[in-house]
């Protein structure tokens, strides 16, 4: 095969699993715009402008009161200067709210901002706009008008956030009042137009509940997990991009008891902790002339000033990696943070990688077994093909072993098959029980042992809040054995029945 069909090759599978992945079209937005409509549109925008430039003290009058007087502006004119123009109630309706979107909102993006079970929402220049949905990524029909409209909306949303986006600085990365994540990029970094996407947390996430009723976790392991955290174990969440690191971190966060002061590292701050006595510290960029940056490392040592109880680092991504360990090691233990690796084993490397990031020359054994002595657990969160986010393992490290750090799982997830758009399998234990356990009971929390033999069942939480064994538990071997059996007796009855009545029949 030549270079020039391999290549081919990988580009038709990678294109095949994108439209596996993507469901075009099933998303309902409004229908696209006629010609006449958007020229009306343009033309009564332009209008107001006019009007709101000439209107004295507009930025006086609230929101409001604002989107009313638009409101009246634009009635007054469709019904004035522009009666030559036919409108039923529903376009006059769409008109007038799609006007106050774009002069007030974020335009094009207001309906999907304003749906709660859209999870993210993704635009990749001015006619592909995308959302996830349950898991799942669908491209809408909703369009900007141009890359320079799509421009101006993202310049709406970062400026209100106190940050801008131009050619010299054209990348943003920011958090919205209402917590959800923005990144936007534009040309010349971003190639076919300018690039924004928006993460939002689930309205009814950052709780274990939330957790166990979506299935991502057996109620034995979020018992186990919310344990650690009030016994103080070093943890870490590790998994891919938007596998639930930060919503399980958030969870887990709300197990620590409300007495204890707790100081919070971010790079944008995702979390919202309930507790009283809490600290919130966010990195800072550097600015336009490449001065003032704060790194999440300069801000775990000034954390480590504060006399904290614990300390959550939001995302491990580089030299303060080592200042954090060193924190666990000395005496502020129950700290948590996340990190990107595909396996808990995999997390262990990166660890690794990242102190080196900080410069300090340390032998590789030195690291290991500061690693080693610091984390307790490392957790395993994972997006499933099926859009749903899962923890697959909870690993223990145990200690060293000559120059090899120990590790061994003691929740797995196992699948078991896929049905239609699902993924099925269960938790299960693999046998071990853990060392961490003495911690636990040492703090008075009991957890029955037997959740850690091999053969145990995981529970779940249904919906309606009952406690069962998940319908999706593969079926135990002896019964498929008496299934088929049962099958043959029906399978030899009704050939023996056939054979009886071609008898008959001679
Ligand atoms: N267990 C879960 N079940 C369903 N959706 C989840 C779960 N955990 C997170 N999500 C959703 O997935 C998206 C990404 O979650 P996030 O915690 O930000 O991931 P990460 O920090 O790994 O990038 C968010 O929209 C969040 O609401
Ligand atoms: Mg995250």
Redesign the pocket.
Known sequence: MSLKDRLNNNVNKKNAVNSQQIQLGTFVGDMPLSEEFSDLKEKLHTLLIDKVNTTPNWSEYSDVEQKNLIKQFIEFQISTNFRSVPLNKIEHDRLIREIIQEAKGFGPLDPLLSDPSI??ILVNGAKNVYV?KN?KLYKTSITFKDNNHLKNIIERIVSKVGRRIDEKSPMVDARLPDGS?VNAIIPPLAIDGPSLSI????AD?GTMD??LK?G?VSTEIAKVLEAAVAARLNIIIS????????????SLSAKIPNGERIITIEDSA?LCLQQEHIVRLETRPPNIEGEGQVTARDLVINSLRMRPDRIIIG?CRGAETLDMLQAMNTGHDGSLT?LHANSPRDALSRLETMVMFSGIDLPDRNIKSQIASAINIVIQ?S?LSDG???VTKVSEIVGMEGDVITMQDIFVWEQTGVGVNTVMGMHSSTGIRPKFLDKITAKGIEINPQIFDKNYRHTYLTKSGNVNHKPSTPVPAEQTKAESARQEVVRKGATLNVDLLKRLKR
């Open positions: 999870s993210d996830e898991g994540r993460r939002r947390f689930r996430s939330s957790l979506w991502s998994g891919g991009t938007g596998a639930g690191k930060t919503t399980l971190l958030n995702e995302e996340t969160a997006r749903t986010r899962k």
